[in-house]
Every structure is written in structure tokens, then in C-alpha cells.
């Protein structure tokens, strides 16, 4: 599974949100997540989405990729989700990757009037409100 | 107003990488001793990691002492302990720390801000059918 949520701006109106993304890749297990899994590799099937602000177009400032089995335990992952902003090292480069087996996560931001840590734990709030059923789905197909 | 020793069980989070934690109620903990009124509780935290845990806690351990009002016992419960007794008590707090999170990275973007990205259009999965849904990330290069 994938989850992934990204902070957006529109060009035009400049207005912004957080837009969540679930994708699965199946009933596979692994101790350390297969480079065959990763986004750019694979990023799985899109099954849910949480949308602040409908994308096309829109510019990325910021984003969370987490990679997970499908069918981790929902504390398990909502743990890592709340330990990203104190465990996550800030590296020189961006996007930062890491494993936490059996996850990886990677976080780009662009340069914010925020604090590195405080982008990463909103991001990954925003993925563990959107699991949890605390935040409204607005599906939007294309 | 918060009291100190809600600020200290904060505080004790953020040194424990998030991980839920709570002063114990009396009811709680069984037999009479000590600083059972001073006793806090961590969650999530594998034995693996408990001594770790405790050596991050010793710069800050006597003003917490000093604030709790005398020596202060720590309880750790495991991931699977947490999940199977107090389950409930650990995903509010979860929850309620990624509802932190997003209300403290509420902010105006710099118009001028450099992108990562820009956002494109996906498809949702149709329901249970596989192979409906978009298999591409949400973002692609700016």
C-alpha cells in the first residue's frame, strides 16, 4: 500500500490544501519494503482519495509517501504516521527517503514559512485523520 | 488552562516520538505504593525499546520529578498490550495528535514558492473491481 498525501496550491485562485491518496499493491508481506513497490517504481492501485482541493494543474509545495504491506495493523501504521515528525532526520537534500521496516517513507517539502517537522507531522496527520474516517471523502474521477 | 501535568505528558510524548502517554488513574494500577499518583503511563513502546526510552527521559527527569511533585514511576506497555487493553485510549490520543499537528500547519503559502510538482486527475477503483483504479502517482515533475 501507498499512502500519500501532498500539499497543493492552485496557480490561479492560490487557494491550497492537503489531498490524501490510498493505493493498494496487494496481499504481498515483506520485512523490508521490495524496490519493485516503491512509488516511482510501482505505485500500486488507486482505491481512495481525500480531496481538499480538486488536482490538475494544481503546484505540489510538499509531500508524504508511505509505503506499507496492505494489510498492516492500523495502529502500527497510525504509530509511524505520529513518530515521522520526531524520527524522520532532516536531510540536505530533498526529498528525504528512509526504511522503517516493514515501511518507507519519503518527504519532499519546498522551502515553507514552517518548520521542516511541523510540514512532515501536519502531512502525516492528514493521512492518519483520512484513514481514521475523521476527515470527509470527496472522491473526484477523471 | 493546561496544567502542568498535562504539558508534561505532552512534553514526554514528543520525547517518547509520539507515542501515546498519559498520567495513570489510581484505578488503574493495582496495590498501594509509592508515587502511584506520579505514575505515567507510554504506549506503543516494545520492549526493545523501553531502556532507550528511559535514557531519553534522564536530561528532563527532575523538572518532570519537580513538577509531578516527587520521584516519578513510568510504565510501558507493548504495542500488542496497548492494542488489546487499551486499544480505544490509544487511538484517540493518535488521533488526537495528527488533529495537532494539522491545526498547528495551518499557514499562508508565499505566492513565489518553488514547486516540487504539479498535481494531475486520478481515477478512483470502481468499487471491488481491480484494475479500474489509476496506477500512476499523483504528481508528476513541475
Known sequence: MLLTAQRVMSPVSHRQGVNVYQYQHGPYAWERVPAEFLPETNPGELVAQWIDLPPGGNSVVSFLDVVAPDHIEGVELHQLLASLKHRLPQSTGSPTTAYWDPFWVQFGCAPLPVPWATELGALAGHIALSLSGARPRHAHSG | ?142
Open chain 2, 1 to 142: 488552562m493546561t496544567s502542568q501535568r498535562e504539558i508534561w505528558a505532552k512534553r514526554v510524548r514528543d520525547i517518547m516520538d509520539g507515542r501515546p502517554v498519559r498520567w495513570a488513574e489510581a484505578r488503574n494500577l493495582i496495590g498501594d505504593f509509592d508515587g502511584r499518583e506520579r505514575t505515567l503511563e507510554v504506549f506503543n513502546a516494545d520492549a526493545k525499546d523501553q531502556r532507550q526510552l528511559l535514557r531519553r527521559l534522564r536530561p528532563v527527569r527532575e523538572d518532570l520529578e519537580r513538577a509531578a511533585g516527587g520521584p516519578t514511576i513510568i510504565i510501558f506497555h507493548t504495542s500488542a498490550e496497548s492494542s488489546r487493553l487499551y486499544g480505544q485510549f490509544v487511538q484517540a490520543a493518535l488521533r488526537d495528535e495528527a488533529a495537532d499537528d494539522i491545526a498547528v500547519s495551518e499557514y499562508v503559502l508565499p505566492d513565489d514558492v518553488q514547486p516540487l510538482g504539479v498535481d494531475v486527475t486520478l481515477r478512483e477503483r470502481d468499487g471491488a473491481n481491480p484494475g479500474t483504479g489509476s496506477t500512476e502517482l499523483p504528481r508528476v515533475a513541475a
